[in-house]
């Protein structure tokens, strides 16, 4: 904020902007002149105004412009109107006649109504009634206050109908002062000096009063013990220096004499007065704007009294409305003054307007268009101008007057039309007509028409005079009938200058444009190209112009127009594009709608003092820095008359003396100085203007911090860069950190975010002017979006602990179930071991006694027997391999490899085959349930029995890896295989296959005559 402020005031301490009306303020001729090229802004109730008249003005801390009225309460942020009115309630506004407004240290603004006081907080927009004696009566016409004023103590001072307050701004607390006994009760107002003199005013009688001894003393006006007055007291202003101005109905301004402790009347031939503002001019004299007079608006110079009236334009939507001013506002930040009339608020903003505009005095009857062909500033008399138009003819405007007067020749010829004019050294004006070349002395009032002044002999080549104009040597140049001739003003001798015997053989060219360069060499632009006549004036020269790019369609016979810089650099304007060249005519820079160029025609082009080069197009006026190529562009908004310049093929654009350039319209022309057009440094303030949640307003807090509760699924946000100068151009910047990635820039005033994500984060906002200077502070706001109870940390840890919870107890459970059922296969295998096993054990061991005994006796049992004794041990055996499986000791695959690995030794040595078994590592962690201990077991028993008893093999080979999460038993022999298309199928690889299904496993078969069998069984663990 420091950094802005003090860009403010290296801003105002330059005074530019004050550039613009400099020129009318102090006035060298007589007191009361009127101007009308003064320019405003206006605010109606056509832009959201509550009501046109404005009775009071104020800007807050925050920068938001407060304006009151007969009818509500207004808040301006440059592009909304945000009006408050009276609801009835306590903590509204008391009444919508709004007489005061006062701005207190703390941002407190004092709302002075019709119906009472009250207290307004502008950042909460709440307001807080003061209750005095009278609003407590049933009558309704003693409740008006008039406007608080503030006591070097820090007191509030403020007048009733019949009572004089002083508040305490802290605790409200009330103390009451009686009015002067003569006063009328109507009108009560009071004004404080920086002496902290009081002076109070009451139907135009003006007393001072003293606080600690209640006292007044009458100093001017008529009450009843002064009948014999005839002054009428308005109120009091002060100026920087403390000199205090009565301004008065009637007898206009009084000055206070401190020493002698009296008003004095001034010459200052002003009536009625009804309000004062202190501005400066770009030097630092002070001046006064005064609202009153004869059009309700003037300029004065407090040390001459010399005053401008600035007088009503009702052709023009700019021009003051001619409604007395009521009450002044000067920015203090940005020097912009707002002003109050009956019809509204104007604004003088030079940020905004940076051109002058001028009407010609032209009846708006008929709907008659002029032209204005050209603004020519007179050699002579800097003061005069001559202004061009074409059916109107010439007209002489007297800038330091403004005044209009048209001048018309002898012989009528002006009203048939002319069209361009110079100035000769002598102050006579040339004028090219279509078929004379006229001149006229301005100081005799006479005319001579070419057959006066021209010898008869050229004459007839003075038929068709178009193009017209003036050497640095005096020389006057123009063209007639496609010739170009130059005559000396002095002897009227007149001479030809040829073109090229090439060119004159064709058509007579049409000769458009005459420029002169540095060098002294003139420059034609024809129809039928470019020309150039060296210093001598001999011959001229064709330059062709040569385009370096390509893309580009490019004629130097058809030009739109030409003109030659102060470094002789060439200028041309054709259609989609303009082009720079050297005096050799080569192109060096083009310019078109790629590099900035945002017209199809230049219709006219002028150089200023600082080599800027303006152009008058079909589509704004643009400014080039030739140095940089880059554009800056002026608009209707900034002033202009039209934002299409129609230049007629004459020269639209002129520059004077002193550097300004005019600019001809239709019936009125622009003019400024371009070396000191306003630019806008100030930094905007931005200023948050609503806050939706949900669609539903939400007030922000000192805090800066706007909750969003669960549900609260929107957040929109509304803001304004308080600068008043264009506001439609400003631009914004917006991030919401944490969330953005970067800056959202936009030249929208509302940010939105839906469905954001519980925490906390800060929503950054900047804003830049009219002019592109960025507040790059900006604000901040937090956002905290409070999470919902199912997004807390403690219900989600809660959560996490009731799933661990459950999860333990299914897991207990199902440890309880498992150790159960572990117990019962356990007592099983043991049942099965101890009854069963003892059983065939001893039905193997019986047969085999029985066996030797009765081998001798009955020799033919004893095979019966010896099955008995094998079927008793295979069952054994199987009842073994069923008690292993049932064992829970053994649920481990380590536990099957080493129940594998015995088998296969058993079996291959039986028969004499070689058995290998690779196992993998990673399967000792592996735990195996008892279906597919049983299954893998039998699939590999099944698979080896098979291979020792029918594939006549000698190596067995068994792998057993674990990969992942997924088991590979892979069996295979070098027997001799089979086809297994053509063997039938038994139970033993039904049953492999079956058992494989059973631990959803994939088993795979290879087998081919003579190349051994393969068993791959491939399962999930």
């Not at 080599?611 to 704004?620: E, H, S």
Request: net charge positive.
């Amino acid at each position: 904020m420091n950094r802005i402020k003090q860009t403010v005031r290296r801003a105002m301490g330059s005074g530019i902007w004050l550039a613009l009306i400099v020129g009318f303020l102090f006035p060298t001729g007589p007191a009361g002149a009127q101007v009308t090229d003064i320019s405003f802004l206006h605010y109606t109730t056509d832009q959201g105004l509550s009501n046109d008249e404005v009775k009071c003005i104020l800007k807050d801390r925050r920068g938001f412009m407060w304006f009151g009225t007969v009818n509500g309460l207004n808040r301006f942020d440059g592009q909304r109107f945000k009006v408050y009115r009276r609801a009835g309630k306590q903590k509204d506004l008391p009444g919508n006649y709004i007489i005061g407004l006062t701005l207190d240290p703390d941002g407190i603004i004092w709302v002075a109504t019709n119906l009472g006081l009250c207290r307004l907080d502008p950042d909460r927009e709440a307001f807080r009634q003061i209750v005095i004696p009278p609003n407590r009566d049933q009558i309704g016409d003693n409740d008006v206050v008039y406007p608080l004023i503030l006591d070097k103590e820090g007191y509030g001072w403020f007048s009733g109908v019949d009572q004089l307050y002083r508040i305490d701004r802290k605790t409200l607390q009330l103390t009451v002062y009686p009015l002067p006994q003569n006063a009328h009760s109507q009108s009560v107002r009071l004004y404080i000096d920086r002496r902290n003199t009081f002076w109070v005013f009451t139907e135009g009688v003006i007393y001072r009063f003293d606080p600690a001894r209640r006292q007044y003393t009458y100093v001017l006006g008529r009450d009843s013990r002064h009948p014999q007055s005839d002054l009428q007291a308005i109120n009091l202003f002060e100026d920087s220096r403390q000199q205090l101005w009565l301004f008065t109905l009637g007898r206009g301004l009084l000055r206070y004499e401190p020493a002698h402790d009296r008003f004095t009347d001034v010459p200052d031939k002003l009536t009625n007065i009804h309000s004062l503002c202190e501005d400066r001019t770009p030097d630092g004299r002070p001046f006064f704007w005064g609202g009153g007079g004869e059009t309700g608006l003037f300029s004065l110079d407090p040390v001459t009294l010399q005053y401008t009236v600035v007088r009503p334009e009702p052709r023009d939507p700019l021009s003051h409305n001619g409604s007395p001013v009521a009450v002044f506002y000067r920015d203090e930040q940005t020097g912009v003054i707002w002003m109050g009339t009956e019809w509204g608020i104007e604004k003088l903003d030079p940020y905004a307007l940076k051109v002058k505009r001028k009407w010609l005095p032209i009846p708006a009857q008929g709907g008659r268009t002029e032209r204005v062909r050209f603004v020519s500033q007179d050699r002579l008399n800097p003061d005069l101008y001559w202004i061009g138009t074409r059916q109107e003819g010439l007209w002489k405007w007297n800038r330091r007057l403004d005044t209009f007067t048209r001048i018309m020749d002898k012989r009528g010829l002006l009203k048939q039309g002319f069209f361009r004019m110079v100035q000769d050294k002598r102050g006579i004006i040339w004028l090219s007509m279509p078929y004379n070349l006229v001149q006229y002395d301005p100081q005799h009032n006479t005319w001579l028409y070419k057959d006066d002044w021209a010898p008869k002999a050229e004459q007839k080549n003075l038929n068709d005079v178009f193009d017209l104009a003036i050497d640095r040597t005096g020389q006057i140049w123009f063209s007639s009938a496609g010739q170009v001739y130059s005559v000396n003003p002095a002897t009227g001798q007149l001479r030809p200058r040829p073109l090229p015997e090439s060119v004159n053989n064709e058509n007579a060219p049409r000769i458009y444009e005459f420029c002169d360069d540095s060098q002294g060499r003139m420059w034609v632009y024809t129809v039928a190209g470019l020309f150039r006549y060296e210093a001598q004036r001999t011959e001229a020269v064709r330059i062709p112009l040569r385009l370096a790019d390509t893309s580009l369609r490019f004629s130097d016979r058809i030009f739109i127009t030409f003109s030659v810089d102060s470094r002789d650099r060439l200028w041309i304007g054709n259609i989609g594009f303009l082009a720079q060249a050297d005096t050799t005519g080569r192109v060096t820079k083009t310019y078109n709608s790629d590099n900035g160029l945002m017209a199809d025609h230049v219709l006219a082009m002028k150089e200023d003092k600082a080599g800027q080069l303006w152009l008058a197009t079909d589509t704004y006026l643009h400014r080039l820095n030739p140095e940089t190529g880059e554009f800056q562009y002026f608009q209707k908004d900034n002033g202009l008359f039209s934002n299409f310049i129609i230049s007629n093929s004459v020269n639209t654009m002129s520059r004077n003396a002193q550097g300004e350039l005019f600019i001809g319209f239709i019936n009125a022309f622009n003019y400024f100085d371009p070396l000191r057009l306003a630019r806008n440094t100030v930094p905007p303030p931005v200023a948050v203007t609503s806050v939706l949640v949900n669609n539903q307003p939400r007030t922000l807090d000192d805090s800066r911090l706007i909750a969003l509760h669960p549900g609260d699924n929107s957040l929109s946000v509304e803001f304004a860069a308080l600068n008043y100068s264009q506001p439609e151009k400003n631009q914004y910047a917006y991030q919401l950190v944490g969330f953005d990635k970067g800056w959202v820039n936009t030249s929208a005033r509302t940010a939105t975010y839906t469905n954001l994500e519980p925490g906390n984060y800060t929503l950054r906002i900047k804003a830049a002017n009219n002019d592109g200077v960025w507040n790059q502070e900006g604000l901040e706001l937090g956002v905290r979006v409070i999470p919902a109870y199912y997004q807390t940390w403690w219900f989600q840890l809660l959560c996490v602990l009731v799933v661990t919870a459950a999860g333990y107890a299914v897991y207990r459970n199902r440890e309880a179930q498992r150790q159960k059922l572990e117990g019962i296969r356990n007592r099983i295998a043991t049942d099965l071991h101890d009854d069963m096993g003892s059983t065939l054990s001893s039905i193997r061991i019986f047969s085999d006694v029985v066996q030797q005994q009765i081998q001798p006796v009955r020799p033919e049992a004893v095979p019966i027997l010896q099955r008995i004794s094998t079927s008793a041990t295979t069952l054994s055996e199987s009842m073994q391999d069923i008690i292993w499986t049932i064992q829970t000791k053994y649920d481990s695959l380590e536990d099957v490899v080493t129940r594998m690995r015995e088998f296969g030794l058993k079996m291959a040595e039986a028969r004499d085959i070689r058995f290998m078994m690779d196992v993998s590592d990673k399967f000792h962690s592996t735990r195996l349930n008892v279906e597919q201990r049983r299954n893998l077991y039998l699939i590999f028993k099944e698979s080896l029995n098979n291979a020792v008893k029918y594939a006549d093999c000698t190596t067995i080979n068994v792998f057993l890896t674990v990969v992942g999460k997924h088991l590979k038993l892979v069996i295979e022999d070098n027997g001799r295989g089979f086809d297994p298309k053509t063997v039938r199928q038994g139970n033993g690889l039904q049953n492999l296959q079956k058992r494989a299904n059973e631990i959803k496993g994939q088993l795979t078969l290879q087998a081919a005559p003579g190349a051994g069998t393969r068993i791959e069984l491939l399962t999930r663990v």
